[in-house]
């Protein structure tokens, strides 16, 4: 079955830097976009990045432009997101997603299969 399992996250000071992981299985990476969204309490589901099968195109909210950075390896079946200079306002839930194709702006609607999150935290 399809699974997406995320990890990476954790506790880390302003201005730190985190990666994370998306490890899939149960399908054939090559064809899919993989997205990033993150949720902080009492907010909506947000989109952070996204990135096409190919890796052609890649996609940021301007929230996370020029700080974080998508990127895969179809053939270890991962998705990565590196996220430096990290704020307080990053703290949230960060889950990938399996998705046709990488749009903006990302809707989590067109993303049908998520793994479970992993926490992000930044705090001094």
């Known amino acids: 079955q399809v699974q997406l399992v995320e990890s990476g996250g954790g506790l880390v000071q302003p201005g730190g830097s985190l990666r994370l992981s998306c490890a899939a299985s149960g399908f054939t990476l090559d064809y899919y976009a993989i997205g990033w969204f993150r949720q902080a309490p009492g907010k909506e589901r947000e989109g952070v990045s996204c990135?096409?099968?190919?890796?052609?195109?890649?996609n940021y909210a301007d929230s996370v432009k020029g700080r974080f950075t998508i990127s895969r390896d179809n053939a270890k079946n991962m998705v990565y997101l590196q996220m430096d200079s990290l704020k307080p306002e990053d703290t949230a839930v960060y889950y990938c997603?399996?998705?046709?194709?990488?749009?903006?702006?990302?809707?989590?609607?067109?993303?049908?299969?998520w793994g479970q999150g992993t926490q992000v935290t930044v705090s001094s």
């Open positions: 997603a399996r998705g046709n194709a990488c749009l903006a702006p990302m809707k989590p609607s067109s993303y049908r299969y």
């Open positions: 990135i096409s099968s190919n890796s052609g195109i890649k």
